[in-house]
């Protein structure tokens, strides 16, 4: 009950605060002291979303970033999964793909866009090879390491028990690695969302979020960088809360992993 | 929840901090660690010599390696590569600077009182999820192109990092230590520095690690878009306009160095730190 209440005042304050710093702006917005250019008012970055949510520009250009994201991050988890587990599971293919990762891994993917661009032109397939690129390692990374960290004496009590190689990789190391796996592909979303934005700002293509913010600055239309700003947000927002909390709650909080994770 | 995030995070770079390194390794052992290092360097290497001279793509657009060794240090004798370098660390350490001081400040000062964390956090949740370089734009509109903006937006960006763990970390302090601190007669300010700070400090120091990393990721992409006149992002983009791939691959090479220094330099020390010292985040 106590904490109950405590969390309607929680929310009670954070709407007075959001309040109180709309009312804020809006007056600094208001006040003329900024051009209007570049500080529009709330009402107009309202009226700008929902006008281009309403003739369908922004559906496009928000269809056009996830499509990217989701074919840059399925790539990433088809080629960064089956190679985690590889790395983990036989050395040899350790040995030589953990240097060339190590090295690789440091460089941020935007650096490679430019190269990108030479190479594969702008568009498309340079957005989501720099998503594939930027998402691929915290996938590799963790499932490598979760599928290491299984605990040792699972793996031991399975084989007592007869469980063949089969049964052992189906039953015990993948439940056992999940925890590591679904924060990876949860990283990995979180920088291919990252990504993608960055990416369709330098390598403009034609349509996308990232694109529309950029555009909007040569035209100093501030109200739609703001709009696609918001979108991007929610996007980013929902996809963390609702498709991968869910995930979470559907694979390892059922397992009862999560307090495994954290170890 | 938001804590084992960096847990992880940790989890998989000592897992790789510890797998090459074996101090009681002989001569041998050592050199057949280098080699077994090097070996895969070799087959991408011969791969891509393979490729390049077999001119399956224009000369220009794949250059072979020694092209590009050539490249790299002809830009090191003249001085020019090290030019870019110096202005992007420096970018670096600014935009991170800001973001430590800023992002630890607000972040304790969250986690210590009720009212701030009320007026803060509503704010600070609502722009974080928006990815940094989204801003990039914005912040280029209202504070002009060139430096300022981009230290400003490295700043802005990389300190969320730093907010939530800061906050994480005040709030994680056990209540039994502050409850026998001020049972045996501390006063706020012996409070704060002898059990606040130190109780918050592994994750203090997780957040400006992943500030940094963040930090990092996102400065050479501001450099591309913010147009300054220095910068390794900026020599790499503008590489692009002349199809000079070598000078981008050169470019390219000093970043994945720098970023690797990062990394074994100040990231696995902070964490060696943390992780020994206080025997907090392994427990």
């Given at each position: ?13 954070a709407v ?29 970055i309202a ?12 559906i ?22 089956p190679?985690g ?17 190590s ?38 990374f963790?499932t ?19 469980a063949?190689?089969?049964?052992l ?17 949860r990283?990995?979303f ?5 990504a ?6 330098i ?8 694109w529309?913010?950029f ?13 696609a ?9 929902l ?5 991968f909390?869910?995930l ?16 | 929840?938001?804590t ?18 074996r ?10 660690l ?6 895969p ?7 891509w ?29 003249s ?9 992007t ?13 800023f ?7 969250m986690g ?22 989204a ?7 209202w504070?002009g192109?060139g ?30 230590w502050v ?6 007669g501390a ?5 704060f520095s002898?059990?606040?700070l ?14 940094l ?9 501001v ?9 390794l ?13 070598d ?15 990062l ?6 020390k902070?964490?060696n ?10 427990s």
């Amino acid at each position: 009950m106590t904490n109950n209440g405590q969390r309607t005042r929680s929310f009670l304050r954070a709407v007075v605060t959001l309040a109180a710093a709309a009312a804020i702006y809006e007056a600094v917005a208001r006040s003329g002291y900024f051009a209007p250019a570049l500080l529009p008012t709330l009402p107009t970055i309202a009226a700008t979303l929902v006008g281009m949510i309403a003739d369908g520009s922004m559906i496009e250009h928000a269809a056009f970033t996830l499509y990217r994201v989701m074919f840059g991050f399925s790539l990433a988890v088809v080629v960064g999964l089956p190679l985690g587990i590889l790395m983990a599971r036989f050395r040899r293919i350790e040995h030589f793909v953990l240097p060339l990762v190590s090295a690789l891994m440091p460089i941020p993917s935007f650096a490679l866009v430019p190269l990108f661009m030479l190479w594969f032109g702008i568009g498309n397939t340079t957005t989501v090879l720099i998503v594939f690129y930027a998402a691929t390692f915290p996938m590799l990374f963790n499932t490598w390491s979760g599928v290491r960290s299984v605990n040792p004496i699972w793996l031991r009590a399975a084989g007592a028990m007869g469980a063949d190689e089969n049964a052992l990789f189906w039953k015990v190391i993948i439940p056992g690695a999940s925890p590591f796996i679904i924060t990876g592909m949860r990283q990995a979303f979180l920088r291919a969302w990252i990504a993608v934005v960055g990416a369709e700002m330098i390598a403009a293509s034609d349509w996308g979020l990232g694109w529309v913010i950029f555009d909007a600055k040569e035209f100093l239309n501030t109200d739609v960088m703001l709009a696609a700003l918001v979108v991007i947000g929610a996007i980013g927002f929902l996809f963390e809360r609702l498709v991968f909390g869910s995930l979470e709650r559907a694979t390892v909080q059922r397992w009862g992993m999560m307090r495994a994770a954290k170890g | 929840m938001r804590t084992i995030l960096p847990t992880m995070q940790d989890v998989v770079t000592i897992a790789v901090t510890g797998a090459p390194e074996r101090p009681e390794s002989t001569g041998g052992d050592r050199l057949r660690l280098i080699a077994r290092n090097v070996f895969p360097f070799v087959v991408v290497g011969l791969i891509w010599e393979i490729v390049a001279w077999a001119g399956v793509f224009p000369h220009r657009l794949f250059p072979p390696l020694e092209e590009v060794a050539l490249t790299f240090v002809q830009l090191t004798i003249s001085g020019v590569l090290l030019h870019h370098t110096v202005e992007t660390v420096l970018r670096l350490l600014s935009g991170f600077a800001l973001a430590a001081v800023f992002g630890v400040t607000i972040g304790v000062l969250m986690g210590r009182s009720r009212r701030a964390e009320d007026i803060l956090l509503p704010l600070v949740s609502i722009c974080a999820p928006v990815p940094g370089l989204a801003y990039a734009p914005l912040f280029l509109l209202w504070f002009g192109l060139g430096n300022f903006s981009a230290v400003l937006l490295v700043g802005f960006v990389s300190s969320f990092a730093v907010i939530f763990n800061s906050w994480t970390g005040v709030k994680a302090v056990k209540e039994i230590w502050v409850r026998s601190a001020q049972s045996m007669g501390a006063d706020d300010r012996r409070l704060f520095s002898h059990v606040i700070l130190p109780g918050a400090l592994p994750y203090i120091l997780t957040g400006l690690r992943l500030g940094l990393a963040q930090a990092w990721r996102i400065l050479v992409a501001v450099e591309m878009l913010a147009a300054v006149p220095w910068g390794l992002g900026w020599l790499i983009f503008g590489a692009r306009e002349f199809l000079n791939t070598d000078v981008m691959m050169a470019g390219i090479a000093v970043i994945a160095v720098i970023g690797l220094a990062l990394e074994k330099l100040v990231f696995q020390k902070i964490e060696n730190y943390t992780v020994v010292r206080w025997g907090m985040v392994t427990s």
